[in-house]
């Protein structure tokens, strides 16, 4: 269902796993492969090759969560109890912060609340987490801005585009930037 931002509507994690085993299609900006590779302690390109999977649209790289061949999320695992749990949650990509709802435009006022979530209907009513979507839709901004300035306007191939990319988002990081504080991005909220 599509709802408008400032909308209320029912949800209660149930840890199914469900949504980190049907796919994964989690779309990731540079700045969320950087986060995971400061988490994980390896590089952005280290992260980049094992952790995603990049797929070449026209001249622009998408990059998304890589799966473990049967259709569930790499970072997907089960505690003692068979409940499934993300190994990287503090580090998760902003798009997993948000679900069960769904960004649809950075230039729209509403938002999809998936009901392919088991979750969606039942539990407290909740609200959409603005600064997250705010700031989620900021970072989708500035990577396709650059991505498109560096591949259609400076000549670079779009994997060229993306590694330069990486980088110079890394090089970003570590001077302090706000988005690479876990605390910061923990104060924005989450679905």
């Known amino acids: ?12 994690c149930i840890r199914c796993g469900k949504c980190c085993s049907t796919g994964p299609n989690v779309a990731l ?9 400061k988490h994980l302690g390896v590089k952005p390109s280290v992260a980049l090759k ?7 649209a026209d001249y622009i790289p998408f990059i998304a ?3 473990d061949g049967l259709g569930k999320c790499v970072f997907l695992g089960y505690d003692k109890e068979g409940k499934p749990y993300c190994k990287i949650y503090r580090a998760r990509p902003l798009r ?6 769904i ?15 088991p979750g969606v209907g039942g539990g407290a009513i909740t609200s959409v987490p603005l ?3 705010k700031h989620y839709f900021w970072e ?12 259609l306007d400076e000549g670079y191939s779009p994997l060229e585009a993306l590694e330069l990319l990486v980088e110079k988002t890394y090089e970003e990081a570590l001077g302090n930037a706000l988005w690479c504080n876990l605390e910061y991005i923990d104060s924005l909220g989450a679905t």
């Not at 989708?140 to 591949?151: A, D, N, T």
């Open 65 to 67: 969560l890589a799966g």
């Open 29 to 37: 900006t540079v700045y969320d492969v950087v986060r995971i590779s």
């Open 50 to 56: 094992i952790y995603t999977k990049v797929i070449i």
């Open 1 to 12: 269902m599509i709802i408008k931002l400032d909308s209320k509507f029912r949800f209660k």
């Open 103 to 117: 960004p649809v435009s950075p230039s729209k006022n509403t938002i999809e609340v998936t009901s392919n979530c």
């Open 96 to 101: 997993c912060r948000l679900y069960p709802a």
């Open 131 to 133: 600064r997250l979507v």
């Open 140 to 151: 989708v901004k500035m990577h396709y801005k650059e991505l498109v300035k560096l591949v």
